[in-house]
Every structure is written in C-alpha cells, then in structure tokens.
C-alpha cells in the first residue's frame, strides 16, 4: 500500500497532479513490490526438492518451481518496457502469446539449474527497479492507451499493462506454485 503523510506546514503542499500521481504511481509500485516479496518468502522456505519440482500438474508447463521463480524476476523489465511504450501512445504489435512461449521455453533450458539463492537476488532487485519506473509515471502516461497485441490488439491503457503483466505476475506464478505443492 502506498504510504500517504501530511505535509509539514513548513513544506509547501503538494499540487492536486503531484499528489494523484504519487498515489496511483506509488500503489503501482508498492503492489508489485508486495507480491515480489510474498513470492520470494515462500520460495525462501522451500526445500531442494521443491525448488525443483516441475510445475507439470494438470497443465503442460513441465518448468520447474525454481525456473518459474527466476522466469518472473526476468520479466520485469520487459513488463516495464511493454508499459512504457504504451505509455508513450506507441502500438505493442509484434507481442504475441507464440513469442512468449517461446521465450519461456528458451529461458527454461538456459536456466534449468538456476540456485534458489540467484533466483531471489535477481527477483528482488528487478522487482525494486521495476517499481522505481512505475513510481516515474504520470497520472497521464497511466492513462494513455495504444493498441497492445498481448490483449488481441485492444487499446489498453499503460495502467492495465503494469497491472495485468508487471504487478499480476509474481501473484499469478505463486499461487501455481502453492497449487503444484500443494500448499
């Protein structure tokens, strides 16, 4: 949640547009910061043998926990570029839901063996830059929208974006992975 203090009366009072973009801007980040650290405390307690446990289930992703955890740290700022382009009123045309399977796949064998330990270092420090640029936007970029081919080319705002990719990800990803171990 975002923290909202009064101003000192020394200190002159924030403008109506600082104050809302601080506010929405800030939830942003602190949101996604959350579910980093909710994701990161559970992944903390879990034994090797969980770490490697393939998400498999009922679906077809065969990475496992700890891939899934590094694949959410490593997305981050490709959520916050796809955010700012659309942001900055550009189309997001050549994302598809084909590219990004292939991307996961690709990172999946490149990071098979990935350490619990790399996995949290990186997930922590691209959650806390990811919510550094979230807090940089303006009510006005937040809201502007551009056609995003992630979203079968509907015009969504940049706020959707952080909100369905950035902030929802790590939230999305924990909760498959309490489903895969049952806890």
Same mark, same amino acid.
């Given at each position: 949640m975002s923290k909202i203090t009064a101003a000192v009366p020394s200190s002159p009072p924030l403008s109506r547009k600082e104050l809302s973009t601080d506010r929405r801007a800030g939830s942003l980040a602190d949101r996604i910061e959350e579910g980093a650290a909710g994701l990161a405390a559970f992944a903390e307690g879990l034994s090797e043998a969980q770490w490697h446990t393939s998400m498999a289930g009922k679906r077809s992703d065969r990475r496992s926990v700890g891939v899934i955890v590094h694949h959410v740290a490593t997305v981050y700022p490709i959520e916050i570029d796809l955010a700012r382009a659309i942001?900055?009123?550009?189309?997001?045309?050549?994302?598809?839901?084909?590219?990004?399977?292939?991307?996961?796949?690709?990172?999946?064998?490149?990071?098979?063996?990935?350490?619990?330990?790399?996995?949290?270092e990186?997930? *922590? /420090?691209? &959650?806390?830059?990811?919510? %550094?640029?979230? @807090?940089?936007?303006?009510?006005?970029?937040l809201d502007r929208s551009a056609p995003f081919s992630?979203?079968?080319?509907?015009?969504?705002?940049?706020?959707?974006?952080?909100?369905?990719?950035? *902030? /929802?990800? &790590?939230?999305?990803?924990? %909760?498959?992975? @309490?489903?895969?171990l049952g806890r």
């Open positions: 942001a900055s009123g550009k189309a997001v045309t050549n994302v598809t839901w084909e590219a990004v399977a292939g991307m996961n796949a690709k990172h999946a064998a490149e990071q098979a063996e990935v350490t619990k330990a790399a996995a949290l990186l997930l *922590l /420090r691209n &959650s806390r830059e990811a919510a %550094a640029a979230v @807090r940089a936007f303006t009510d006005g970029e992630l979203s079968y080319a509907a015009p969504v705002t940049a706020q959707f974006v952080l909100e369905d990719h950035a *902030l /929802r990800h &790590s939230w999305h990803h924990l %909760a498959r992975i @309490r489903t895969a």
